[in-house]
């Protein structure tokens, strides 16, 4: 049992592309504010990938701890398991203002990215965006959601789509 933290500090790439210096050379490029960081990997077979990661500094430093996986590879690997065709997790994250949105179309991945999101109105507008770029119907598609949120903006995201599945 792995345990998982969070960080927005991630990408994906396809299976066999990334090296260790390939890897480093990515993460640098996406997140040339973190330089010197630590930066790990570690395969998502069920979408042929690799997922490239490393930590948000706290004081300035990078602050890696051993057997910790980012939240994001969870969600990965639950998204392949739900049995929806149009596949969607939603995790809301208001403390750290960052909202990680998973989408897939049966069997491919379609999106995997976080949002930095000072509200729950604007985690809901990344959402409908990435479903009308993808040509996902929202009103076909459930969510699951990971987060905090009040009944009154559950049932405004309930306008949206198909249905509503809170995740722990």
């Known amino acids: 049992m792995s345990d998982y933290s969070p960080t927005q500090l991630f990408t994906l790439v396809p299976e066999g592309f990334s090296d260790n210096k390939t890897r ?23 979408y042929s990938a690799v997922l490239i990661y490393g930590w948000e500094g706290r004081n300035g430093s990078i602050t890696p701890e051993a057997g910790v996986l980012p939240t994001v590879y969870k969600h990965l690997k639950d998204l392949a398991a739900l049995k929806d065709h149009n ?17 897939a179309e049966g069997e491919r991945l379609v999106s995997a990215n976080s949002y930095h999101t000072v509200d ?49």
């Not at 480093?24 to 069920?46: H, M, R, W, Y």
């Open 24 to 46: 480093d050379n990515i993460f640098c490029t996406l997140f040339p504010e973190e330089k010197g960081a630590e930066v790990f990997s570690v395969p998502v077979p069920q």
């Open 87 to 103: 596949k969607l997790i939603v995790d809301f994250d208001i403390e750290r203002k960052q909202t990680c949105i998973l989408l």
């Open 120 to 168: 729950f109105p604007t985690a809901v507008y990344y959402m409908l965006e990435i479903l009308n770029k993808s040509q996902i119907n929202p009103q076909q598609t459930t969510v699951n959601f990971i987060g905090k949120a009040d009944d009154a903006q559950l049932k405004m995201l309930k306008t949206y789509v198909k249905d509503i599945k809170l995740c722990l």
